[in-house]
């Protein structure tokens, strides 16, 4: 049951939705908070995507960051009262059912996970599904996947991810909700068309 004396985590970055997600629900009325393991992004990109938290500093050494990762883990078990993991979850993908998940199912806190894609796609599904996916068929990728899934699922009973990735998702969990990307309508202009040109921009 939700008790809004603890928080809703949203876990991870992906994308900036995860902060969306929660400033909406603390604009609600329910305390909800963005948290990161510490700021790094996808390759080359530098998008400085926002987020409320981050659980460590990206230059520290691998024994205090293990040390601040338990130290949330075990903070988070008596604070959070749902926890919306986004793309990742704490610890390695896939070993969430070692500790992660025990951790957090003892302490009756809800899970939900949500895919962006590439964090969870299998290639051979969407190569069969998709015949503009330009990924070949990779084994190993696909044993990861497989194996993130299996991790997840042993106590994470509920998944939302786009229609796309419902096929990849919905065989391991009890319920699968659609899911779209979420987006600040405030932040998007109209752009009125020009009746004196013939073909409109798009």
Excluded at 106 to 122: E, L, N, Q, V, Y
Aim: glycine residues 4%.
């Amino acid at each position: 049951m939700f008790d809004r004396n603890k928080f809703i985590l949203q876990f991870g970055n992906l994308a900036g939705w995860p902060f969306l997600i929660a400033k909406e629900l603390r604009k609600r009325g329910i305390p909800s908070k963005n948290i990161i393991r510490w700021y790094s992004d996808v390759h080359d990109l530098k998008r400085d995507l926002p987020f409320d938290e981050v659980i460590s500093k990206p230059n520290s050494n691998i024994f205090f960051k293990a040390k601040e990762i338990l130290s949330f883990m075990y903070r988070i078990a008596e604070e959070c009262s749902i926890i919306h993991y986004h793309g990742t979850n704490i610890l390695f993908r896939e070993t969430h059912h070692l500790f992660e998940g025990p951790l957090f199912r003892k302490s009756k806190i809800a899970m939900i996970i949500t895919f962006g894609g590439g964090d969870a796609r299998f290639y051979k599904i969407s190569n069969q599904l998709n015949q503009y996916f330009y990924r070949n068929n990779n084994f190993f990728h696909d044993l990861r996947i497989k194996m993130r899934y299996k991790s997840w699922s042993k106590n994470i009973k509920f998944c939302a991810t786009s229609e796309e990735m419902f096929p990849h998702a919905e065989p391991y969990f009890d319920k699968v909700y659609i899911f779209r990307q979420p987006i600040d309508l405030k932040r998007i202009e109209a752009s009125i068309p020009n009746n004196e040109k013939e073909k409109p921009i798009i």
